[in-house]
Structure formats: C-alpha cells, structure tokens
C-alpha cells in the first residue's frame, strides 16, 4: 500500500510529516487530507493563530503531489456613528 507524507504550514510555522500513513491509493490520501486540513483550521483559524493552514501532501518516493490550503479572511466593518445598529 502507498505511503502518503502530510506536512503542515500554519503562519511561520511548518511542521514536517516524517512518518506518514498508508493509503489505498492517492484519492484516500487526498480525502484524508483535506479532512486534516479542515480539522485543523476549525480549530486555529478562530483563535488567530494563523489565517491560513496548508498541507502539502508528499508520495512515498517524497514527490509533492497535492497542496490544500485553509484559509480565514476576517473583515471588520465599522458603521457610521450617526447609523443605527
């Protein structure tokens, strides 16, 4: 069965994947992937950690073959003082 690698990158930070896990095949990988993904930034975005979380996703001869990228864009709108709310 294929080896998959997931590293992350949160802001600065980036956190290699020197184990990896065995998928069937690279559709499994990709699912998995993008469910990590999503966990993860559901978990950080919200907490201001980073505004964006990419997993880049490595086969087992160590080729990057899929990026997925979390993103938050906040916007803070200010109403007019003289708007009611």
């Not at 994947?17 to 095949?25: I, S, T, V």
């Not at 990590?36 to 930034?41: E, Q, V």
């Not at 880049?56 to 916007?75: A, C, G, P």
Request: proline fraction near 7%.
């Amino acid at each position: 069965m294929p080896r998959f690698y997931f590293d992350v990158r949160e802001g600065g930070r980036f956190s290699p994947d020197d184990e990896g896990l065995e998928f069937p095949d690279l559709g499994a990988a990709e699912r998995e992937a993008a469910m990590a993904t999503a966990a993860i930034g559901r978990d950080r975005l919200p907490k201001g950690h980073a505004r964006e979380i990419v997993m880049e996703v490595r086969d087992e001869h160590r080729q990057l073959i899929l990026i997925i990228t979390v993103s938050m864009h906040l916007e803070r709108v200010h109403l007019r003082p003289d708007r009611p709310r």
